[in-house]
């Protein structure tokens, strides 16, 4: 990365000590370098280059001895079907979505719409989000190093704006795709629907009009939106649970107050002035031979939400989908500012020349899917800060995850922040 950037772009490498560590040494020293590789990636020209993200890859097929060769992976669509795609183990999420989309015969121009993502099959048949495959891992050996069945790679849309469904219907397959994964987010409660509503998709559903149902799907409540697992707030109050949504750019809370009391309410995501996601680590006092529990690990995600004029307040997610909901938070800012410049999701596919990734004539520099370089002078600041997995910072912290503790350099700034006027409140 020297080599390519210049020594002044690549942050300094911890320094190394002479003599034997010990095994307190030895973890910081852990630490240190997972800070490192954390700030690489931050930086938008390091953590998009491809000497990085090969070396990740590489690190990912070492670390579980995978050799190179062809296999087969299934992946999951919506409606439970699975297409089985012939890829390499060492082919990066890209070539495989180009797989998938090629076996479903989904033209090129709608790749940019989709993307894969690592769930967890719960036991009522339902499915839990760990993350979206980002192009800097191998999704065969992510999916096999977990040794479970439980864990399977899905194909969703991958945009939150529903303006965008009119280009994906445009094509058959697209089509069927948005259908399958309505009819399952209805399916398992994620859409809200009451009994006249459903009445008339089932109707729609028996005619066999998928546009229409699609159409009607799209005036329901929580369309579009991801639903996450039962998780712990903050807000109003500590210790308060709540299930999280996130959709038509915002975080959705339905909270069960300590009084049983269900409230609901939304976070806007052009109200949030940043966020992080830390990891919290009790501190362990025991025998240096016993670790912590798996489980005493907690990963949170705070955001500065400004909360009415001049008053901004910290709200706090404790959620082990922490990082998928950062993700979240971040594709929803990208693609609001995609927007401002007026960029265009079908430009986000990368084609393939002569065997190799390239960037199309037709599209700046794109980053990963949806974020999107535009020609206007006034958007290169914005892109700055806009970074993949990196809008998540993961801090070994010890119990508190209180604003004052993180340095500025763990906060993930957000680009698409708005002021709020009066006449807003």
């Known amino acids: 990365l020297r080599k390519e950037y210049g020594a002044n772009v690549v942050p300094a490498f911890p320094p190394k000590k002479i003599f034997t560590l010990t095994p307190a040494e030895v973890e910081q020293r852990r630490e240190q370098l997972e800070k490192y590789m954390q700030a690489v990636r931050q930086d938008p020209t390091l953590g998009g280059s491809e000497t990085f993200n090969s070396f990740l890859r590489k690190a990912q097929q070492e670390t579980q001895q995978i050799p190179t060769e062809e296999v087969v992976l299934e992946v999951l669509l919506s409606n439970g079907q699975k297409v089985k795609v012939t890829i390499l183990t060492s082919d990066q999420t890209e070539d495989v979505l180009e797989a998938v989309a090629s076996k479903l015969d989904l033209p090129d121009d709608l790749v940019g719409y989709f993307s894969l993502f690592l769930v967890r099959q719960t036991k009522?048949?339902?499915?839990?989000?760990?993350?979206?495959?980002?192009?800097?891992?191998?999704?065969?050996?992510?999916?096999?190093?977990?040794?479970?069945?439980?864990?399977?790679?899905?194909?969703?849309?991958?945009?939150?704006?529903s303006a965008y469904d009119d280009d994906v219907m445009e094509h058959r397959v697209g089509l069927n795709l948005l259908y399958a994964q309505t009819v399952s987010d209805i399916e398992h409660g994620w859409i809200l629907v009451n009994k006249e509503q459903h009445r008339q998709l089932k109707s729609l559903q028996e005619k066999v009009s998928k546009k229409e149902f699609i159409r009607l799907a799209q005036t329901l409540k929580y369309y579009g939106y991801l639903k996450f697992d039962p998780c712990v707030t903050d807000f109003p109050e500590k210790g308060c649970h709540v299930v999280v949504s996130a959709g038509n750019n915002e975080l959705n809370f339905q909270v069960r107050l300590p009084n049983e009391q269900i409230k609901e309410g939304s976070f806007k995501v052009t109200r949030m002035r940043c966020w992080r996601v830390t990891s919290s680590v009790p501190m362990n006092n025991g025998p240096s031979g016993s670790s912590p529990g798996k489980s005493e690990v907690k990963l949170e995600l705070a955001f500065e939400y400004l909360m009415s004029k001049d008053r901004l307040q910290w709200v706090t997610i404790t959620s082990p989908q922490a990082i998928m909901l950062s993700i979240c938070l971040q594709s929803m800012v990208d693609e609001l500012m995609v927007k401002k410049s007026g960029g265009s999701i079908r430009k986000m596919f990368r084609r393939r020349v002569n065997g190799a990734l390239r960037r199309s004539d037709s599209?700046?520099?794109?980053?990963?899917?949806?974020?999107?370089?535009?020609?206007?002078?006034?958007?290169?600041?914005m892109a700055k800060l806009s970074s993949k997995l990196t809008s998540v910072s993961l801090r070994g912290i010890s119990h508190s995850s209180s604003a004052n503790d993180v340095g500025a350099n763990d906060f993930h700034g957000n680009y698409a922040f708005e002021g709020i006027g009066d006449e807003d409140l």
């Open 124 to 161: 009522d048949g339902g499915f839990s989000f760990v993350r979206k495959l980002q192009e800097f891992e191998l999704p065969y050996v992510s999916v096999t190093s977990l040794h479970n069945p439980e864990f399977q790679i899905i194909l969703r849309k991958s945009y939150w704006d």
């Open 363 to 381: 599209q700046q520099a794109v980053k990963s899917p949806p974020l999107l370089d535009s020609p206007d002078a006034s958007w290169e600041p």
